[in-house]
Nanobody, 127 residues
Framework: QVQPVESGGGSVQAGGSLRLSCVVS????????IGWFRQAPEKEREAVAC???????YYADSVKGRFTISQDNAKNTVYLQMNSLKPEDTAKYYC?????????????????????WGQGTQVTVSS
């Protein structure tokens, strides 16, 4: 059973930093990926970053240069380091694990690529 669990959210002033963690238990990394999405109230859920099992990373243009996605050696924990945070980064952040083989079928920022979703962690950035 695959269950992503996010942590590390909180409140921070603009320009500050936060580090989100995603522990994915029961997950096999075979041609697969872990993605971060976010959703603000009254807005569509959007892709933030993704890391494939081969180490390839992808970022939304809005966060590139400020956010960094990484994984540990066991590849069961994925991190999202968020620097230079802006008020528009305020959202609930979700970690998602891809279904087997989905990396071969869907774009990194397609929600359809990801089968298993965490409960989310809130990030609030104030001016």
């Amino acid at each position: 059973q695959v269950q992503p669990v996010e942590s590390g959210g909180g409140s921070v002033q603009a320009g500050g930093s936060l580090r989100l963690s995603c522990v994915v238990s029961g997950y096999t990394y075979n041609a697969n990926s872990i993605g971060w999405f976010r959703q603000a109230p009254e807005k569509e859920r959007e892709a933030v970053a993704c890391i494939n099992t081969d180490g390839t990373t992808y970022y939304a243009d809005s966060v590139k240069g400020r956010f960094t996605i990484s994984q540990d050696n066991a590849k069961n924990t994925v991190y999202l380091q968020m620097n230079s945070l802006k008020p528009e980064d305020t959202a609930k952040y979700y970690c998602a694990a891809g279904e087997y083989g989905s990396i071969l079928r869907y774009r990194w920022d397609s929600q359809t690529r990801y089968k298993y979703w965490g409960q989310g962690t809130q990030v609030t950035v104030s001016s």
